[in-house]
C-alpha cells in the first residue's frame, strides 16, 4: 500500500508521540486545547463528520477530510481509524500545507 506525503507525516508523528487517535482520545485533546489539527476519514459516517466539525468549530480547531479508514490506520501501524489529532503545531502546519496543496490539484 503506496502512502501519500501525508500518510507518511501522519506515521512519523505518531512515532513521535504527537498524535491521538480513536473517537474519544481526539474528542479530549479538542477539548483540552491540546489538538492543532484534526483529521476524520472521507468514508466516516456523516454523523461522525459532523460531531467533528462541530467541536471543531467551537474549539477552533483547524478540521479536514482526508483518506480512508484503512489507510490512515496503516499509516499509524494500528487497526482502522476514523479519526485522528495531530498535537504538535509544526506537524500540524505542515500537514495542513500539502492538505491545502491537494485540494488545489
Do not use: W
Amino acid at each position: 500500500m503506496e502512502l501519500s506525503k501525508i500518510d507518511s507525516l501522519l506515521g512519523l508523528a505518531q512515532r513521535a508521540g504527537k498524535m491521538a487517535s480513536g473517537e474519544f482520545a481526539v474528542l479530549k485533546a479538542v477539548k483540552e486545547g491540546k489538538a492543532h489539527l484534526v483529521l476524520v476519514t472521507r468514508d466516516a459516517s456523516e454523523r461522525t463528520k459532523k460531531k467533528f466539525r462541530d467541536k471543531c468549530t467551537y474549539y477552533r480547531v483547524p478540521y479536514f477530510e482526508h483518506g480512508t479508514m484503512d489507510v490512515v490506520g496503516h499509516a499509524l501501524g494500528k487497526e482502522k481509524r476514523v479519526s485522528v489529532a495531530v498535537l504538535d503545531p509544526g506537524f500540524a502546519d505542515e500537514i495542513v500545507k500539502r492538505l491545502s496543496r491537494e485540494d488545489n490539484t
